[in-house]
């Protein structure tokens, strides 16, 4: 019985440290290893990494030395097809509140690209969101560029997931994206008062 009981806790151990729970505000620089992220790909060569990116036009990280990359040091592949899963938040008290990030990217304009997504049911259904700046004429990003957004929406949702979903045609490749600096910030006059009878 202990036997079973041990099988059962490793199998589920990794299903709990990916929906790991994150309270806000939030800003993750992602120097310190993966922090509740998780990745999914098709298994075809491109991934999103963590780490330092050394290839064509996405060289180094926006702060500190690591960030998020698809395929670190190699051009991602056609028919690419990779997410970058972040952690739990809950929107239960918070109206309002601001979700921005830091990236840089050469990719094959309006071929290949990233969107952000986001689910309230684990993953059952995920919802595209309209984040500015992921998508240049040129291509590409001169330099890092800010992309924020105000997600109303998520208010009262207690379990909210976001994700980066890159995907490429069947021609040409780049570099890729990477992603630095994730931040959700709440508006102060949105928060609940839920800590009103501590000392």
Wanted: aromatic content about 18%; overall charge negative.
């Amino acid at each position: 019985m202990k036997n079973i009981f041990l099988v059962i806790i490793a199998c589920l151990l990794p299903v709990w440290l990916s929906a790991q729970r994150v309270t806000l505000p939030y800003f993750e620089n992602f120097e310190n290893g993966m922090n509740g992220w998780s990745t999914a790909d098709d298994g075809q060569g491109t991934a999103w990494e963590l780490g330092t990116p050394t290839f064509g036009h996405t060289l180094a990280a926006f702060s500190g030395s690591k960030c998020w990359d698809v395929n670190l040091n190699t051009a991602y592949l056609n028919n690419a097809n990779c997410y970058l899963i972040s952690p739990i938040f809950d929107f239960t008290n918070v109206s309002r509140v601001y979700v921005s990030f830091q990236t840089n990217y050469r990719v094959e304009y309006l071929w290949d690209f990233l969107s952000v997504q986001y689910t309230v049911n684990n993953g059952d259904n995920w919802n595209y969101l309209p984040f500015p700046e992921l998508n240049n004429p040129d291509g590409f990003t001169s330099r890092w560029v800010e992309s924020s957004l105000v997600v109303d929406e998520l208010y009262g949702y207690p379990d909210v997931q976001f994700r980066f979903s890159f995907v490429s045609d069947a021609n040409v490749i780049y570099d890729g994206y990477s992603i630095d600096d994730f931040k959700i910030e709440m508006d102060p006059l949105s928060v609940s008062s839920l800590n009103t009878d501590e000392n």
